[in-house]
């Protein structure tokens, strides 16, 4: 299984980027995807998740309001559509899932940057 994040760039403040999540290799249904923030001298935080269906989703609550995640389970995507972006949250997103095995996989990040 592989992820690849694409999107991240620089934004400022009030504005809105969407982040994609493409996923390959899965022999079987689709898994849950996170989307986690990494923040240099902080634990990686958990942002956002979606189930495999795309029918039940959940936030942190510093994304609840401001940020959606859905999914295209025909494209493989998964994509995190964030608004009213704040300086806090910069940082490489990262998406995450687990396969049928229960192996753990990682892409390898997209920064956003939130600054004037």
């Known amino acids: 299984v592989q992820l690849v994040e694409s999107g991240g760039c620089l934004v400022q403040p009030g504005g809105s980027q969407r982040l994609s999540c493409a996923v390959s290799?899965?022999?079987?249904?689709?898994?849950?995807v996170a989307w986690f923030r990494q923040v240099p001298g902080k634990e990686r935080e958990g942002v956002s998740c979606i189930s495999a269906s795309g029918a039940a989703t959940s936030y942190a609550d510093s994304a609840k309001g401001r940020f959606t995640v859905s999914r295209d389970i025909a494209k493989n995507t998964v994509t995190l559509q964030m608004a009213s972006l704040k300086p806090e949250d910069t940082g490489v997103y990262l998406c995450f899932t687990v396969g049928p095995t229960g192996g753990q996989y990682w892409g390898p990040g997209t920064q956003v940057t939130v600054s004037p």
């Open positions: 290799g899965w022999k079987s249904d689709p898994y849950v």
